[in-house]
């Protein structure tokens, strides 16, 4: 889940689940942390999968009630700009979209996804 901490406070995010029509599952493990003197938030993914790793990716910011990361990766040899925003937070759940950015700026959506707290019960 995703919140808004006081500062020098971290936040675990953790995401799985079915991802419709790419038969697979993404199980992957937020770390995000205030850096005071950088005044922006620090973004740690994790995926668990054979070809990816743990890193710090991207600069995390709050936009109204959205929470959203922009970074880069390289595919196809070529750099591109990405963002993973997390909106419609709410204590128990939040939805997260993960989207390529496009040369005029604009976003288009690649994977949407919702994660929900379980119940201890």
Do not use: Q
Request: charged content about 30%; glycine content about 10%.
């Amino acid at each position: 889940m995703v919140a808004r901490p006081p500062g020098g406070r971290r936040i675990d995010a953790g995401n799985g689940g079915p991802l419709g029509r790419f038969s697979r599952s993404a199980e992957l493990h937020h770390l995000v942390w205030w850096d005071k003197n950088a005044n922006r938030y620090g973004f740690f993914t994790c995926f668990k999968d054979s070809g990816s790793s743990c890193k710090v990716r991207g600069t995390a910011k709050w936009d109204g009630d959205k929470f959203v990361n922009d970074y880069e990766e390289v595919v196809h040899g070529k750099t591109t700009k990405f963002r993973d925003t997390f909106e419609d937070i709410t204590p128990n759940s939040h939805r997260l979209v993960f989207a390529w950015v496009k040369d005029d700026g604009s976003t288009e959506p690649v994977i949407i996804t919702k994660s929900v707290r379980r119940s201890t019960k």
